[in-house]
Structure formats: structure tokens, C-alpha cells
């Protein structure tokens, strides 16, 4: 079994203790975070270290995230979309020939 990788902490956060190593599972729970967010963010850096960037609040819900989801915005409708719609919402009439 492989021993997790720990990353050194040197941002101002005061959630995390400078100078102090950390896994990505115990930085993603400290600051709410998922952890394949944590991950994606720290994999193709060379150094090692975790910056204040490295856990900021993500700004979209892809993975189910614990930000707020996002508020559907509708378009205002115009009266011509209006009126197909109402004649749209209309039943078929099929006679029995």
C-alpha cells in the first residue's frame, strides 16, 4: 500500500498552519473543497507546496460540490413565442373517419 503524498502549506489561510504538510484528502475536507478539485489543481505543479490559489472556492458545481448551486435564468418571452406556445399546448383533433 502506497503512503499518501503530502504537500507543505505555506499560504495565509487561517485554516491550515504554515509550514505544515498535508494530504489533499485533509486540505479538500479543511476547506470544503471536493477532492478531485484538489487534485486537478495540484497535479501538474513542479513544487509541492499548497498557495492560498491552490484552495480557493471553486466557482461551478461540475463534481456535486458544497458551493451553491446555480439559479436557472429565463429569458423574458416575447409575444410572438407566446403565442406559438399557447397554440402549441394545444390537443390534435382527430376525427373518426
Known sequence: MSVPKRYKFIGE????????????????RT???HEKTIVSRMQFKCD???????????????FGGRNRASIPIS???????RLSSKWLKRKLVVSNI
Open 75 to 81: 429569458k423574458p418571452v416575447k409575444p410572438p413565442e
Open 48 to 62: 509541492k507546496v499548497i498557495t492560498d490559489n491552490d484552495i480557493r472556492p471553486t466557482t461551478c458545481n461540475f
Open 31 to 33: 476547506a470544503d473543497l
Open 13 to 28: 489561510d487561517n485554516r491550515f498552519l504554515k509550514n505544515v504538510k498535508y494530504t489533499l484528502s485533509e486540505v479538500a
